[in-house]
Nanobody, 115 residues
Framework: QVQLVESGGGLVQPGGSLRLSCAAS????????MAWYRQAPGKQREWVVT???????TYAASLQGRSTISRDNGRNTVYLQLNDLKPEDTAVYYC?????????WGQGTQVTVSS
Protein backbone atom coordinates (compact mmCIF):
# COMPACT_ATOMS: atom_id res chain seq x y z
CA GLN A 1 0.00 0.00 0.00
CA VAL A 2 1.22 3.48 -0.91
CA GLN A 3 -0.24 6.73 0.36
CA LEU A 4 0.21 9.70 -1.93
CA VAL A 5 -0.25 13.32 -0.86
CA GLU A 6 -0.28 16.09 -3.45
CA SER A 7 0.38 19.73 -2.69
CA GLY A 8 1.31 22.96 -4.42
CA GLY A 9 -1.91 23.78 -6.20
CA GLY A 10 -3.59 27.16 -6.02
CA LEU A 11 -4.86 30.16 -7.92
CA VAL A 12 -2.52 31.58 -10.53
CA GLN A 13 -2.91 34.14 -13.31
CA PRO A 14 -2.60 33.15 -16.96
CA GLY A 15 1.05 32.86 -17.89
CA GLY A 16 2.03 31.99 -14.34
CA SER A 17 3.76 28.94 -12.91
CA LEU A 18 3.20 26.39 -10.18
CA ARG A 19 5.16 23.44 -8.87
CA LEU A 20 3.10 20.52 -7.70
CA SER A 21 4.50 17.91 -5.34
CA CYS A 22 3.43 14.35 -4.61
CA ALA A 23 4.90 12.75 -1.51
CA ALA A 24 4.75 8.96 -1.19
CA SER A 25 4.69 7.02 2.04
CA UNK A 26 6.81 4.03 1.02
CA UNK A 27 10.56 3.70 1.17
CA UNK A 28 10.49 1.61 -2.03
CA UNK A 29 9.33 4.69 -3.94
CA UNK A 30 12.15 4.41 -6.47
CA UNK A 31 10.64 1.20 -7.88
CA UNK A 32 7.32 2.87 -8.72
CA UNK A 33 6.35 4.41 -12.02
CA MET A 34 4.79 7.80 -11.25
CA ALA A 35 2.32 9.83 -13.25
CA TRP A 36 0.23 12.96 -13.10
CA TYR A 37 -3.34 13.16 -14.32
CA ARG A 38 -5.83 16.00 -14.27
CA GLN A 39 -9.59 16.33 -14.26
CA ALA A 40 -11.33 19.50 -15.30
CA PRO A 41 -14.92 20.24 -14.23
CA GLY A 42 -17.36 18.16 -16.24
CA LYS A 43 -14.60 16.24 -18.01
CA GLN A 44 -12.97 12.85 -17.67
CA ARG A 45 -9.66 12.45 -15.95
CA GLU A 46 -6.83 12.69 -18.46
CA TRP A 47 -3.21 11.59 -18.37
CA VAL A 48 -0.63 14.40 -18.33
CA VAL A 49 2.82 12.91 -17.86
CA THR A 50 4.68 9.82 -16.67
CA UNK A 51 8.13 9.26 -15.19
CA UNK A 52 9.27 5.68 -15.00
CA UNK A 53 11.28 4.13 -12.21
CA UNK A 54 14.28 4.57 -14.52
CA UNK A 55 13.55 8.27 -14.95
CA UNK A 56 12.20 8.08 -18.48
CA UNK A 57 9.57 10.76 -19.09
CA THR A 58 6.60 10.86 -21.44
CA TYR A 59 4.33 13.87 -21.88
CA ALA A 60 0.85 14.35 -23.26
CA ALA A 61 0.54 16.94 -25.99
CA SER A 62 -1.63 19.17 -23.84
CA LEU A 63 1.23 20.20 -21.54
CA GLN A 64 4.31 19.24 -23.52
CA GLY A 65 6.75 22.14 -23.59
CA ARG A 66 5.03 23.82 -20.64
CA SER A 67 5.63 21.21 -17.96
CA THR A 68 8.47 19.22 -16.45
CA ILE A 69 8.19 16.13 -14.28
CA SER A 70 10.99 15.08 -11.97
CA ARG A 71 11.47 12.77 -9.02
CA ASP A 72 13.59 12.79 -5.91
CA ASN A 73 13.82 9.21 -4.72
CA GLY A 74 15.62 10.28 -1.57
CA ARG A 75 12.57 12.33 -0.59
CA ASN A 76 10.00 9.88 -1.98
CA THR A 77 8.57 12.77 -3.98
CA VAL A 78 7.65 13.49 -7.57
CA TYR A 79 7.26 17.03 -8.85
CA LEU A 80 5.37 18.63 -11.70
CA GLN A 81 6.54 22.07 -12.78
CA LEU A 82 3.80 23.89 -14.71
CA ASN A 83 4.69 26.98 -16.74
CA ASP A 84 2.81 29.41 -18.97
CA LEU A 85 -0.46 28.25 -17.47
CA LYS A 86 -3.68 28.81 -19.36
CA PRO A 87 -7.30 28.92 -18.14
CA GLU A 88 -7.87 25.54 -19.79
CA ASP A 89 -5.28 24.05 -17.44
CA THR A 90 -7.71 24.56 -14.57
CA ALA A 91 -8.31 21.14 -13.04
CA VAL A 92 -7.69 18.92 -10.08
CA TYR A 93 -4.26 17.35 -10.56
CA TYR A 94 -3.78 13.81 -9.31
CA CYS A 95 -0.67 11.77 -8.68
CA UNK A 96 -0.60 8.05 -9.47
CA UNK A 97 1.88 5.35 -8.51
CA UNK A 98 2.07 1.95 -10.20
CA UNK A 99 4.18 -1.13 -9.64
CA UNK A 100 3.28 -4.57 -10.86
CA UNK A 101 -0.47 -4.89 -10.37
CA UNK A 102 -0.77 -2.15 -7.80
CA UNK A 103 -2.25 1.26 -8.67
CA UNK A 104 -2.45 4.04 -6.10
CA TRP A 105 -3.91 7.54 -6.33
CA GLY A 106 -3.59 10.66 -4.28
CA GLN A 107 -6.48 12.90 -3.29
CA GLY A 108 -5.61 15.63 -5.79
CA THR A 109 -4.66 19.27 -5.64
CA GLN A 110 -6.68 22.06 -7.26
CA VAL A 111 -5.07 24.28 -9.88
CA THR A 112 -7.09 27.31 -10.95
CA VAL A 113 -5.85 29.59 -13.70
CA SER A 114 -7.76 32.83 -13.80
CA SER A 115 -7.23 36.55 -13.96
Amino acid sequence: QVQLVESGGGLVQPGGSLRLSCAASRAAFSYYHMAWYRQAPGKQREWVVTISSAGITTYAASLQGRSTISRDNGRNTVYLQLNDLKPEDTAVYYCKATRGGGVYWGQGTQVTVSS
